[in-house]
Structures are given as C-alpha cells and as structure tokens.
C-alpha cells in the first residue's frame, strides 16, 4: 500500500525572490478587464518580465487559472506560477486561502514552493500557508499496486515569506496544528468503512489524543447499556459492530469558560430497514464527519494552549439491516429517561446525537455546539459548500456564523420555526423523532433542540445556548476539487470550532 506525503509548512522572514525553492508561487488579479500581477516586495526586473509574460500569454487573473514560466529574472526558482486569485463575497483571508490551494494542486511531486501572493500580515501569511498545505492534500493510503507507483505525489514543502521575525515561531506553530487536525478530520472521512467502525474510530482517536493535555474514555455497549444510551444502542444494535461513545476532556489550569462538543459518528448508514437507494450509500461512509471535526478540533485546541475546558462527546455507531435491526414503530429511551418513536430508520443521526446532547448538558457548560452530517434536506437548502447553522440562542448562532465564514467554514443560519414542534408528538411515546416533510433541515434541529436541557437548578435554572451545524453538503466534494478543497473528505468545520473555542478563551 502506499503513504500519504504531507506538506510540510514553513513561515519565514526571507524576501520572495530569495527563498530557495523549486517554484515560487505568485498571484495576479482582474481589475476592470485588465490583468495584474500582485507584485509587493519583488524585484522591478522581475515584476516586468512577469507582467510582460501574462499579457502575452493571455491569461485571465480567473480563479482556478494557474500559468507557468520559465527563465524569470531575479529569483532563486526555476519556474514561477502565476494563478488567479479569485473575487467575490469571500474575505481576503479566504481568497488567499483558495488561491495557495489552487497553486498547490498544480505542484504535485514538485519539493519545495514559495509563496508570495501579496500577503502583507501574519495573519494573510497563515492564510496562504494553511490554504496551500490543504490544497496539496491527498490520500492515497489504500492504493495498491496498480496505483501505487503512478500516483502523483503532494508537494513537499510550503514556504511563505514575508512574515515578521518575531512572528515565524507563534504562527508556524499555531497553522500547522490546524491544519493538521483539518486533515486528520479528511482521512477519518476518506478511511473506507470497514476498516473504520465504532471500535476503530474509537481507536484512532485515542492514539491521536496520546501524549497530549487530552483526556480520552471510551464506553462500549455494555457501558452504553449502564448509562441508558438508548438513541446510540438502538441505531446500532443492527450491526456486528457494536456502539461506542467517545468522550474527549480538555481541562486546562485557569480555564474560564466550558464549551461542549458532540459530534455525530456514523460511521456507515445503510439506512437500516429503511434502506437507502444504492446510489445515495456509495459516499455513506462520511456520515462520521461531525464526530470527525470534533475530534480533531479539541486535540486541536489542547495543542495551540487554549484556556478554555472542552468536553467532546463523539456519538459512533454503524447504521445496519442485522437481525436486531431497530424497525419502525419501536420504542426507545434516551439518555434522560424520554421515550422516542422509531418512524425512519434512516434518520438515525439525530438519535445518537440526542444522548450526546443529554450527556453534554449534564455537565452545565457554558455552550452546546453539535456538528453532524444530518440532513439531506440543509443540501437541498444551501447547496454542497454551505453548513446551515441553527440554535437556540441568537448570539451563539451569529457567533458560529460570522466564525465560520471567517475560517472559510461558509455557513448561514436557518430558523427553528415554532410550528415545527407540534409534528413530532405522538401517542405512542414522549415524541417521535421525524415530523413534518417540509423544513426537513429545521425539523431534524428541532427534534435535538428536545434534549438541551438547563444549566443549574430550580428557578435560577438558565437555558444552556446552543448551535447545530449541519454539514451535510460542506463535509465531503463528490465534485472537482476548488480551491482548497480536494475530492473526498473536506474537514468542514474543525477550523470553526477552533476559532469558537479561541473566542471562548478569551
């Protein structure tokens, strides 16, 4: 089988044009039909000839557009490339960010690249390295023979220039451990489904927690059954993989604030008795993505030193048609002793996601945040880049928005209409837990807005906030990469919660 090849990343004080590398990676912009190359801090000589090369070659500034050079006077590197940086609503961070990972998929089995694209702050300079490390993203673990050998190779290494010297160590340090979790979170997604399982996810998790500030306890079913996880046990108990529930603790020394994490991780969802088409399984093993950002991000926040106490509730179970298969009509009860009827076997994210969210509020933090791949319908809503983001507390969702949108997590909020409530009565049990067809998206956030309970007791008691990100579209690109964004796995949301957790600290 064959290794993955990570990019490493380098920040560094030196001038462009004096960075010893194989490529040196520049940007040029459309300004009123008039193409521009981003020439801050490179030689005049070099700058023209540039320049010269890119009307003459006609190149549009588009995002996406990538043109190469040769021969370029007053730089250490042999070919030069030019590409697009691309418009629109996004920040500038964001369209550094897109136009680094543009470049880097254009530079496999390239060793080394610089790049200056006009960054002119640390911050625009952890930008451009953390969008060109997870554009040169691949994973090729699986390939075997026939691949193995002709498979393109990621670049090797990312320079960026320009940063303050004072600034290198902090900021290196600081991109490289989210970048790093963003891509533990895409090969968790990519990892085909029977190698990852409950029990292995589980597994996987505790080796990377191992060595840090992060604290790791694994409940299995008999575990599960003792602490009456019944959401969890019953979308589970068709499988012969069993259930498991991962709790990670971030506890450092002066922490002010507790935010709480709970992560939906199924791992593969046939769709149980109500199985799905075989077309819509095919991409079915991503259906832990939320667990996945989860994890990744409090180990995450652990390394960059954030004082600020996380508890994550990973929720893993494999949603199969065994014999014990929970059918339609079966009567389950959940972690805080409410009974819920089965209608849709298929919606079992949401009631592996109501115990973690029971767990979660038990421990009274200051914020609930759940992230799971929920709902076809936020798809059919925002698309495949956009996570809806929904709650029940204004403040909090602005926050997760305005967050996301800054990382480059594109969310938008969506409501939690009042009507809504009444479709998941039933007579049956306490509720059920699908309701009306419309609204598919708020109808799911509704039903685990059931299961975030107060914090305190009596009437000082207060509502715990709390924000749902569905990442149903943003979590996996069956389409062409863009940007930043490879094919597969795409790690939504770990830098959103990284950035939430570092707002918290504050």
């Known amino acids: 089988m064959a290794e993955n090849r990570r990019t490493t990343l380098t920040l560094t004080d030196q001038d462009p044009a004096a960075v010893q590398a194989d490529v040196l990676v520049l940007a040029a912009t459309k300004d009123d039909g008039q193409v521009n190359l981003v020439a801050d801090a490179l030689p005049e000589e070099t700058a023209g000839h540039v320049q010269s090369a890119l009307t003459a070659l006609g190149a549009e500034g588009g995002a996406e557009e990538t043109t190469r050079l040769t021969g370029v006077p007053g730089v250490s590197a042999e070919l030069v490339v030019v590409v697009g940086m691309p418009s629109g609503p996004a920040s500038r961070t964001e369209r550094l960010r897109r136009a680094a990972g543009v470049a880097a998929r254009a530079l496999g089995g390239k060793e080394s690249a610089a790049f200056a694209l006009g960054q002119s702050s640390t911050e625009e300079a952890v930008a451009v390295g953390s969008g060109a490390v997870l554009g040169a993203y691949t994973f090729a673990e699986h390939h075997g023979v026939g691949k193995a050998e002709s498979a393109k190779p990621a670049l090797g290494r990312a320079v960026v220039p320009g940063v303050p010297a004072?600034?290198?160590?902090?900021?290196?340090?600081q991109a490289r451990a989210v970048v790093d979790a963003v891509r533990y979170a895409r090969d968790l997604v990519?990892?085909?489904p029977n190698l990852l399982y409950p029990e292995s996810f589980a597994e996987s998790v505790t080796e990377r927690a191992a060595g840090s500030s992060v604290e790791v306890e694994v409940w299995d079913t008999e575990r599960l059954q003792e602490e009456r996880c019944g959401g969890i046990l019953g979308v589970g108990q068709g499988s012969g993989r069993g259930p498991r529930l991962v709790t990670l603790r971030y506890e450092p020394e002066g922490a002010g604030k507790h935010l709480a994490l709970v992560g939906k991780g199924i791992t593969f969802d046939s769709?149980?008795?109500c199985i799905k088409p075989g077309a819509s399984m095919v991409?079915?093993?991503m259906d832990m993505a939320g667990a996945a950002a989860c994890a990744a991000a409090v180990v995450a926040i652990a390394e960059l030193g954030l004082p600020v106490r996380v508890t994550a509730y990973l929720c893993l179970a494999e949603n199969m048609l065994g014999e014990l298969a929970q059918r339609p009509g079966d009567v389950v009860t959940m972690r805080d002793g409410r009974t819920v009827e089965i209608i849709n076997t298929?919606?079992?994210g949401r009631l592996v996601?109501?115990?973690?969210?029971?767990?979660?509020?038990e421990q009274?933090?200051?914020a609930i945040v759940d992230v799971a791949t929920l709902t076809g319908a936020c798809i059919i809503a925002l698309g495949d880049r956009t996570m809806g983001v929904m709650g029940n507390d204004d403040a909090l969702r602005e926050q997760v928005v305005e967050l996301g949108n800054e990382v480059g997590d594109t969310a938008w909020p969506l409501p939690l209409p009042e009507e809504i409530r009444p479709s998941l009565d039933t007579v049956v049990a306490d509720l059920k837990h699908t309701g009306e067809r419309s609204a598919g998206a708020s109808v799911a956030a509704t039903f685990l807005q059931e299961f975030v309970g107060k914090r305190g007791e009596g009437e000082e008691a207060e509502q715990i906030p709390w924000a749902h990100l569905d990442i149903a579209g943003p979590a996996f690109n069956e389409k062409t990469p863009w940007g930043y964004v490879p094919k597969g796995g795409t790690g939504a949301a770990v830098r959103t919660l990284v950035e939430l957790a570092r707002s918290y600290a504050r």
């Open 271 to 273: 769709g149980g008795l």
């Open 283 to 285: 991409t079915m093993k």
């Open 190 to 192: 990519n990892t085909p």
């Open 346 to 348: 298929d919606a079992e």
């Open 364 to 366: 009274g933090p200051d």
């Open 166 to 173: 004072d600034d290198v160590e902090t900021a290196t340090a």
């Open 353 to 361: 996601m109501a115990d973690g969210l029971a767990l979660a509020t």
